[in-house]
C-alpha cells in the first residue's frame, strides 16, 4: 500500500526556516512528479512546488520563489521542501503528492498519491 509520510512542520517566527520531509514506501519518488501544496484554512489548495520525475524540471509558486526549494534524495525515497524566509502568510497544512506523469501537474486531481498534511504556522 502506498504512503507518503510529510514530517517537519510546526510553529517558527517570521523570517525562520523550515525543512519539510515526505518519506514515501511502496512508491519510488523518482518515477513519479512529485508536488508540495499548501491549504490554508478557507482557501483553496495550491501548489506551492514541483519536480518532474527525472528532476529536470521544478515549479515554484510566485510568492515562494528564491525561499522554497523542493529536492528529491533517491537513496532515502524522501522529497524536501526547504522553506527559508518564512512569512506569516505561509501558514498552512503541507501536503505532499506524487503523480505517475513525467511532468510536473498543476491541478490537485492530477496526483493519485496524497500525504496526510503537515502544519506549518508562522508567527509574527
Known amino acids: 500500500q502506498v504512503e507518503l509520510v510529510e514530517s517537519g512542520g510546526g510553529l517558527v517566527q517570521a523570517g525562520g526556516s523550515l525543512r519539510l520531509s515526505c518519506a514515501a514506501s511502496e512508491l519510488t519518488v523518482s518515477n513519479y512528479a512529485m508536488g508540495w501544496y499548501r491549504q490554508a484554512p478557507g482557501k483553496e489548495r495550491e501548489l506551492v512546488a514541483g519536480?518532474?520525475?527525472?528532476?529536470?524540471?521544478?515549479y515554484y509558486k510566485d510568492s515562494v520563489k528564491g525561499r522554497f526549494t523542493i529536492s528529491r534524495d533517491s537513496a532515502k525515497n524522501t522529497v524536501y521542501l526547504q522553506m527559508i524566509n518564512l512569512k506569516l502568510e505561509d501558514t498552512a497544512a503541507y501536503y505532499c503528492a506524487a503523480t505517475p506523469f513525467y511532468q510536473i501537474a498543476t491541478m490537485p486531481q492530477s496526483y493519485t498519491y496524497w500525504g496526510q498534511g503537515t502544519q506549518v504556522t508562522v508567527s509574527s
Open positions: 519536480l518532474s520525475s527525472a528532476g529536470g524540471s521544478t
